[in-house]
């Protein structure tokens, strides 16, 4: 039951912000704002359905050191995406031809904060915590990455590879950073600094969602295993690699940390706590 209470609670608000702060693409200090408000309500509503419904503290949403650790995302975040533009460039073609939209920016960062935010809460906080309970943190892995992979086919210019290499690169690096941080700020500060520099800075595709210009007047183009065509960098080969190597490198963490889940018996489920201590 805490499962279906818990999904509702944050599907709600995923769905109302979401579609609200879409409605307004046009303004971008609007979007800005509803953008942020989605976000802070998203993490309010996870901690408040949460406590109620598993009678503990929701430690993967505590403010202590939430900011430290929504750097730590961002800088991953930040410097995987950099790696990737390099060598597309390198190896296809990106050009900067100037300065885009500073405001289209800020409307950016804004549905950039709303998406990254209500999609770990639900992911990572619901789906792979609950799931691990039962099955383990691998099998918790492997099934989110899929459910989270599939779920972009819904954009507009979606691919298959697309979906595969969001499942492969995103999904299982950001249950990963969960993991290995038993908090949901380190994959929240990943997602967002990935999706920001490639939108808001870099002015690239995200995940095929016909993405608005960002800060940069930007051109791409060359092989699509390169570049990910009309999917964006998160289709091309390079994010794949990068996504993996820093999978590893949370996982490693988590292992070190005591962190992954062996899959139990249904008794010892009963006994165990339901979210493993930070």
């Keep these: 039951m805490r ?8 599907v709600a608000v995923s769905a109302i912000g979401g579609q609200t702060v879409a409605a307004v693409e046009g303004s971008p200090w609007l979007q800005l704002f509803l953008g942020l408000l989605t976000a802070v309500l998203a993490v309010l509503v996870y901690g408040w359905v949460v406590r109620r419904t598993e009678h503990r503290p929701s430690t993967e949403v505590a403010r202590e050191g939430a900011g430290a650790a929504i ?3 961002l800088l991953i975040g930040f410097a995987m995406f950099g790696a990737v533009i390099t060598n597309i460039a390198v190896n296809a073609h990106y050009e900067i031809n100037g300065l885009g939209s500073a405001s289209g920016a800020f409307g950016l ?21 609950i799931i691990e309970e039962r099955t383990g943190t691998w099998i918790a ?3 989110t990455s899929v459910v989270f992979g599939a779920s972009h086919l819904l954009n507009p210019d979606a691919s298959l590879w697309g979906a ?3 499942a492969i690169e995103a999904g299982g690096m950001l249950a990963a950073a969960y993991a290995a941080t038993r908090n949901l700020w380190v994959p929240i500060g990943l997602h967002f600094g990935w999706n920001f520099a490639a939108a808001g800075i870099f002015s690239t595709e995200v995940s095929g ?5 960002g800060l940069l007047d930007t051109a791409t183009s060359g092989p699509t295993w390169v570049t990910g065509g009309a999917f964006g960098p998160e289709g091309s080969v390079y994010t794949v690699l990068f996504g993996v190597l820093i999978t590893l490198g949370f996982l490693w963490l988590a292992h070190r940390r005591g962190n992954l889940v062996p899959r139990r018996s249904r008794a010892e489920r009963t006994a165990a706590p339901t979210t493993l201590p930070r």
């Design 209 to 213: 969602n016909d993405t608005p210009p």
């Design 164 to 166: 595969i290499a969001i």
């Design 141 to 143: 892995l492997a099934l």
């Design 109 to 129: 960062l804004g549905f950039m904060a709303a998406a990254a935010v209500t999609e770990e809460v639900l992911y990572r906080g619901v789906l792979f915590r």
């Design 3 to 10: 499962f279906v209470l818990q999904l509702l609670a944050v």
């Design 71 to 73: 750097g730590r995302g």
